[in-house]
């Protein structure tokens, strides 16, 4: 977590290959990510957005891009693990409803509730959540949140936000600042240590 500009985004850019790196070294699993192959590197991170992009097709289709062989039975499991089954069933032909223009018809909300459960047909290891629940309010964030929750089971999760209520409970928080980690720890931890992350938490200024 960080201030906006403090280079959160731009360490899971590095992470995903979207650009190289010019000095250093990233290590992924113990291994150079420029030495994994890009596909098999790129398939091994499930990531979700804060904006959601869905193409015209229907629900069911949206979600299995994230698996392009699975099964409408596998859709569905994905969809209930991300808290959107309820939703997509309530809409006019459930499953089988057409997204339009990037999925006007939905709100912002629903709409990362598929991005959800894209990632979660993806099963992959390791996911980037990257200020996922920025743009819903309160109450969808609650929905969306324990979606997340149970995606992240199992897996190794980097957490981008600027809300704490996301970022509370991980094993390890690192504050950035000006593209450095200024401060790492758990969230106990770092409140004991008064720093940037307890100014953020308290809501005091420096």
Do not use: W
């Amino acid at each position: 977590m960080g201030s906006t500009g403090a280079g959160k985004t731009t360490i899971t850019n590095l992470i995903n290959r979207f650009y190289s790196i010019q000095d250093g070294k990233i290590r992924y699993d113990g291994i150079n990510i420029n030495k994994i192959k890009l596909n098999h590197l790129r398939r091994s991170l499930g990531i979700v957005l804060q904006d959601t992009h869905l193409f015209t097709g229907t629900v069911m289709e949206n979600i299995r891009y994230g698996k392009l062989d699975a099964t409408d039975e596998e859709v569905i499991q994905a969809a209930k693990l991300a808290n959107a089954d309820g939703f997509i069933r309530r809409l006019p032909e459930g499953y089988n409803t057409m997204l339009h223009g990037d999925g006007a018809n939905l709100s912002q909300g629903q709409r990362q509730l598929l991005a959800i459960a894209r990632a979660a047909i993806a099963d992959p290891p390791v996911l980037i959540l990257d200020e996922a629940t920025s743009s819903i309010d309160t109450r969808t964030e609650r929905i969306v949140q324990d979606g997340m929750d149970k995606l992240m089971k199992g897996r190794t999760t980097f957490v981008i936000a600027h809300r704490l209520s996301t970022v509370r409970n991980s094993d390890c928080i690192m504050v950035l600042e000006q593209g450095r980690i200024i401060e790492r720890g758990t969230h106990d931890q770092l409140l004991m240590e008064k720093g940037k992350y307890y100014q953020l938490y308290t809501g005091l200024q420096a």
